[in-house]
């Protein structure tokens, strides 16, 4: 029964993990350009980044079931040694990058041109 806990924990941790490194992702090309997160950057992000709070609910809510339904001490190694990996893991950069080149290429053909050339060059211009 345990195994299937650390299993909806695992996905939910590295969904949580993939999708706060594409928030991290956002912020570095961002302040490679000089330019502020909120209204810059941010707009790099899809427009269903904040479903990411389901992943994160989703965490915090199955580590309260675990620690509730089996152990306490098992809930709180999982969630110290899920804090731990989360900073020692090298965020994929590079793996966000088409995702944002997509993102930039929306808002240059169907919102702003100037907007959307200004996150292209930004992309162009990241550290990865």
């Known amino acids: 029964m345990e195994i299937k806990w650390l299993i909806a924990y695992g996905f939910t941790w590295l969904v ?11 912020l570095l090309i961002s302040r490679r ?5 909120k209204g810059g950057g941010q707009l790099l992000l899809p427009s269903w980044y904040p ?15 675990m620690a509730i ?21 090298p965020i994929p ?3 966000y990058k088409g995702i944002f080149r997509k993102r930039a290429v929306y808002y240059f053909l169907h919102k702003d041109r100037i907007i959307g050339q200004r996150l292209l060059n930004m992309l162009d211009n990241a550290p990865f």
Request: glycine content about 12%; aromatic content about 14%; proline content about 0%.
């Open 51 to 65: 479903a990411t709070w389901i992943a994160i609910i989703g965490k915090w809510g199955i580590l309260l079931a």
């Open 16 to 26: 949580e993990f993939a999708l706060f490194g594409m928030q991290r992702a956002t």
């Open 33 to 37: 350009a000089g330019i502020h997160w």
């Open 93 to 95: 950069y590079s793996l």
């Open 69 to 89: 339904l089996l152990d306490w001490k098992i809930a709180l190694g999982l969630a110290i040694v899920g804090y731990i990996l989360g900073v020692v893991i």
